[in-house]
T-cell receptor, first 112, second 111 residues
Framework: SQTIHQWPATLVQPVGSPLSLECTVE??????LYWYRQAAGRGLQLLFY??????ISSEVPQNLSASRPQDRQFILSSKKLLLSDSGFYLC???????????FGDGTRLSIL | QKEVEQDPGPLSVPEGAIVSLNCTYS??????FMWYRQYSRKGPELLMY????GNKEDGRFTAQVDKSSKYISLFIRDSQPSDSATYLC???????????FGTGTSLTVIP
């Protein structure tokens, strides 16, 4: 069966520091991969999605970037974090187009 | 107008009650409809996945889609305290890779 791993679960970082969040999927090949940010009462905001290695689509211009160095690995990065980057970050995968997405357990990021 | 509208609640019901959760949408191209359950500090978990109009039942859960009214529902029968969570609806069109999510409805089932 397919599983998705996301780490770390919690992260506290100072303003201006770099960020790297990692997500890996097991048990499937060539998944679509997604990064979301979830704010209380505001639902899920799609940040990036990828349909293949090295293929990244950005939905919201911001302080973040994403990379997909391997088929089942998706990384969310920032060179210099802002206070506004605080939030709950979720990685998700799906199979064929329009198949439902499956989420990891998220990373709660606090910027001090 | 948002693509997907969902009443945030909170909704509080006694154990054993029937719960009705709803979403409305504006894009007539949406064909795929999902319901997710999210416990506190966890990622959303897929509960139901339906295509086009009609009903789908899975245990105590029934998903209903009315495309003519652009309205979807999730019914929970014999609700349990373990059903206490936030429920998110989601939908997508036939083409494209984007999913559109509601903001979630917070549900508490009181023992």
């Amino acid at each position: 069966s397919q599983t998705i791993h996301q780490w770390p679960a919690t992260l506290v970082q100072p303003v201006g520091s770099p960020l790297s969040l990692e997500c890996t999927v097991e048990g499937t090949s060539n998944p679509n991969l997604y990064w979301y940010r979830q704010a209380a009462g505001r639902g899920l905001q799609l940040l990036f999605y990828s349909v293949g290695i090295g293929q990244i689509s950005s939905e919201v211009p911001q302080n973040l970037s994403a990379s997909r160095p391997q088929d089942r690995q998706f990384i969310l990065s920032s060179k210099k974090l802002l206070l506004s980057d605080s939030g709950f970050y979720l990685c998700a995968w799906s199979g064929l187009v329009n198949q439902p997405q499956h989420f990891g357990d998220g990373t709660r990021l606090s910027i001090l | 107008q948002k693509e997907v509208e969902q009443d945030p609640g909170p909704l509080s019901v006694p154990e054993g009650a029937i719960v009705s959760l709803n979403c409305t949408y504006s894009n007539s191209a949406f064909q795929y409809f999902m319901w997710y359950r999210q416990y506190s500090r966890k990622g959303p978990e897929l509960l139901m996945y339906t295509y086009s109009s009609g009903n789908k039942e899975d245990g105590r859960f029934t998903a209903q889609v009315d495309k003519s009214s652009k309205y979807i529902s999730l019914f929970i029968r014999d609700s349990q305290p373990s059903d206490s969570a936030t429920y998110l609806c989601a939908m997508s069109a036939r083409t494209g890779n984007q999913f559109y999510f509601g903001t979630g409805t917070s549900l508490t089932v009181i023992p």
